[in-house]
């Protein structure tokens, strides 16, 4: 068992070790050889699953390289973009039509920050993933090798830039970790949360959904990430419940924010349940073709880099004096 390991405030644990951290036998990875050569290593060789046990942060890096060039991430300070979730803005509005709705029915309830790592074009490889890697229907190959994609995007991501995200929320860290319930009776373990729960040593905040509250969320985003699927639903602070968390500081993680209404209604359940602070991660921030064409999101326009994040930007930090 490998020790737990304090990132930046944040604890990580299970197979996930930190490069600098004591080697063990057989499992000895390169110091310094995490950047350049494992872009290189990454572009040719196609993605497989990650054997298991993970070998650790380079490994990981290598997995988000690969999968970079196709991804489109906000930048931090994106025109037209709206303020809360970075997708495209309703024209004159800071904010999109969804997100202006959530502000004028629970301004104060909602969580503090949402911080999307990408965009999840409808039909384009991100969006797909993300319906993938918890779709029955699909050979476990397939799936195990999307979830290791999106494993290494999210735990890359929190390492990087968990403290922007605490920062951007006007907190230290999070105390505890959550997802936003998935739907249809799906037994189990939350896919998401099968994701990294063995990668993050954070106490879990369990968010139930209501009877009857919960049976379009799965839906919404398996089937908007597909060609013609649509799914509008409602804030709504009933949706979902959770134990009792006095003072809790809790990170909300996702994969697909479509409306926000699902991962807003937890931040409200969270609040309700007497969180303090509500940040939220999302894999995803799915986005229409018509509409990520019109505001011109796209690989090249608004490329994922994995420097910089929606609420902070390298190249401006380091422009300061
Ligand atoms: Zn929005
Ligand atoms: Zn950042």
Redesign the pocket.
């Known amino acids: 068992m490998n020790p737990r390991q304090n990132v930046r405030g944040f604890t990580y644990g299970g197979d996930v070790r930190d490069p600098s951290a004591a080697e063990e036998p057989g499992t000895a990875e390169e110091p310094g050889t995490a950047e350049e050569p494992g872009a290189v290593r990454a572009a040719v060789q196609p993605l497989r699953p990650l054997p298991f046990p993970l070998v650790g942060w380079p490994d990981l890096r290598d997995l988000v390289r690969a999968q970079a060039p196709l991804l489109s991430a906000p930048p931090v300070e994106g025109r037209g973009l ?6 495209p ?1 309703a024209s004159g509005s800071p ?2 039509f ?3 709705l959530h502000l004028q029915c629970a301004q104060g309830s909602l969580a503090d920050v949402v911080v999307p790592v990408a965009f999840a074009v409808k039909g384009g490889p991100h969006a797909r993933h993300l319906w993938q890697y918890k779709s029955a229907r699909l050979p476990v190959g397939t799936r195990a090798a999307r979830a290791a994609m999106l494993r290494a995007l999210l735990l890359v991501f929190l390492r990087d830039h968990g403290t922007c995200v605490w920062r951007a929320a006007g907190i230290a860290g999070p105390t505890h970790l959550t997802v936003v319930p998935t739907a249809r009776g799906r037994p189990g373990v939350h896919p998401l949360r099968e994701l990294v729960q063995e990668y993050l040593a954070v106490p879990w905040a369990e968010l139930s959904a209501r009877p009857g509250g919960e049976q379009v969320r799965d839906l919404d985003a398996e089937l908007s990430a597909r060609p013609g699927g649509e799914q509008v639903r409602d804030l709504d602070p009933d949706r979902f419940s959770a134990g009792r968390l006095p003072g809790a500081r809790v990170l909300v993680i996702d994969d697909t924010w479509t409306t ?1 209404s699902s991962a807003q209604s937890a931040a409200m359940a969270l609040r309700r349940s007497g969180a303090s602070a509500v940040a939220t991660v999302v894999l995803g921030r799915h986005v229409g073709r018509a509409d990520a064409a019109a505001a011109g999101l796209g690989p090249t326009a608004m490329p994922f880099r994995p420097r910089s994040c929606a609420v902070h930007n390298d190249d401006v930090a380091a422009r300061r004096p």
Not at 82 to 87: I, K, M, P, T
Request: aromatic share 0%; hydrophobic share 25%.
């Open positions: 709206c303020a809360v979730c970075r997708g803005a904010r999109c969804p997100c202006d926000g």
